[in-house]
């Protein structure tokens, strides 16, 4: 082929290209370019969804833990509550044990050990309940929802099992028992019920341990030695703390938490 038929030949392919394949061409670019915007769209869903993927799979794993948490914080607290009813029980037994085997009263010896252990039982169901004094008794009043409140103003949110009225109906007003979970939650409850006294509305209510007929005598003659250090001591502070009374200079008043 000589070099004229090869310029011809050429100069025809390209009037061919010029006449079919290019128009062709600019048919397809936008369906292209169209095809290339729908493919970034979807790598980005795709990114998006691993995305997700990851944050629920973070989400499960934190409920896990949580639930974990949760369960490891109630087998303690199962274990706590078991250990000390049991070391009171032992703690009981052994001293009533004693008691019995000193007076040789073989045939009392069972009555002893069953009284020792309702004791025990009694002190451990006691130790589960909160008193309230001066709350005021209303017509059809919704007791649990009054206690409820009281608990919230000393910033306390626990689960409240039981609560009435303890007594006789009369002129007098009767105090409030209520029963918590456990002990643990009773001990939290009364370490702050001395917040009470600056809140409105609390003047005349008095939060307490639930004590047996026994407690409350001593706990009465405690607060009369009390009333009479007061009177007769007055250069010095005298408050309550552990079930004894003690003294102590007017400038450290204010770093003493238990007073009565």
Known sequence: ???????????????????????????????????????????ALKKENRAYQKEVIQLQKQMIEKQEEQINSVKATVQTE???????????????????????????APK???????????QDERSKNVIVYGLKEEKDEDLQNRVELILEDLGENPVVRSCSRVGMKSDATRPVKFSLANSDHVRQVLRKTKSLRTKEGYDSVYVCPDRSLEERRAYKKLVEELMKKRTTETDKVHFIRNNKIVSSERDSA???TDNT
């Open 254 to 256: 204010s770093r003493n």
């Open 1 to 43: 082929m000589t070099k004229e038929k090869l310029c011809l030949f050429m100069e025809a392919a390209v009037y061919l290209l010029d006449l079919h394949a290019i128009p062709w061409l600019e048919k397809a670019l936008p369906h292209v370019e169209e095809l290339a915007a729908v493919k970034k769209e979807n790598e």
């Open 112 to 122: 002893k050990i069953a009284a020792a252990v309702q004791k025990v039982a009694d």
């Open 82 to 108: 078991l250990k000390s009813f049991s070391s009171a029980v032992t703690s009981t037994m052994k001293t009533e044990m004693k008691s019995v085997s000193k007076s040789c009263a073989s045939a009392v």
